[in-house]
């Protein structure tokens, strides 16, 4: 969703190539791009990437220059490269370990030390997001970034599959930034012919 959504802010042609994480039978296809089968990748002519931030950097780098990515002599430069990488790093790569210990793993290990550790670090972490939408309309200051795009992807994830409750700043913000064309437009090619 991350890098679909910087596709559609940026106007640029693509396909997307949707891939099943829980079929039971592997994508030899997909296995070829990313061997070690996780979502999303890319291919751009001869580049093939894994890692969304990753991914959404070269994006912005190749195909820019964006709004979406502040320059680095710019003031909001660091808070924006701090909260590009808080998303994953810090946030929602902390909700896959409570993702698969809720919905995958087996009755007696669902409730966990780990995935508990998880959400409480979640819970401390999402602090930072919260004490600068108490200054800030976005992340990076007035203006929308990519910065927002990976922590709106990280908030949600939490939200919807994790139990965790965001307050009403956080809870603002992302209406603001759900309620972007480019938002709507990836959320319908994201889910083109997934059927549900
Ligand atoms: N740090 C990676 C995380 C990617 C990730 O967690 N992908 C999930 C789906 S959202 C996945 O493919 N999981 C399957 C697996 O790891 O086996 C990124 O930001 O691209």
Redesign the pocket.
């Known amino acids: 969703m991350r890098v679909v959504w910087v596709l559609e802010e940026m106007g640029l042609l693509y396909c997307v190539r949707h891939v099943d ?1 829980l079929a039971a039978e592997q994508d030899p296809e997909f296995l070829a791009v990313n061997p070690a ?4 990748a890319i291919q751009d002519g001869g580049v093939v990437m ?4 990753a991914i959404m950097e070269y994006l912005m780098a190749r195909y820019g220059p964006t709004p979406l990515a502040p320059a680095p002599h710019d003031q909001e430069f660091s808070v924006y490269q701090q909260f590009l990488h808080l998303g ?1 790093a810090g946030l ?2 902390l909700m ?1 370990p409570v993702i698969v210990s809720r919905f995958i793993a087996p009755e007696t290990e669902r409730e966990n030390w780990g995935a508990t550790w998880c959400l409480q670090a979640f819970q401390k972490r999402l602090k930072l997001v919260s004490q600068r939408l108490a200054s800030s309309p976005y992340l990076a200051g007035k203006a929308f970034t990519a910065a927002d795009i990976s922590v709106t992807y990280a908030l949600n994830l939490a939200k919807r599959n994790c139990g965790i409750t965001l307050g009403d700043a956080e809870e603002a913000y992302l209406a603001r930034t759900m309620d972007r064309d480019a938002y709507k437009r990836a959320m319908d090619r994201s889910h083109e012919g997934v059927s549900t």
């Open positions: 994480m089968d996780y979502i999303p894994v890692e969304s931030i994953e929602a790569t896959m």
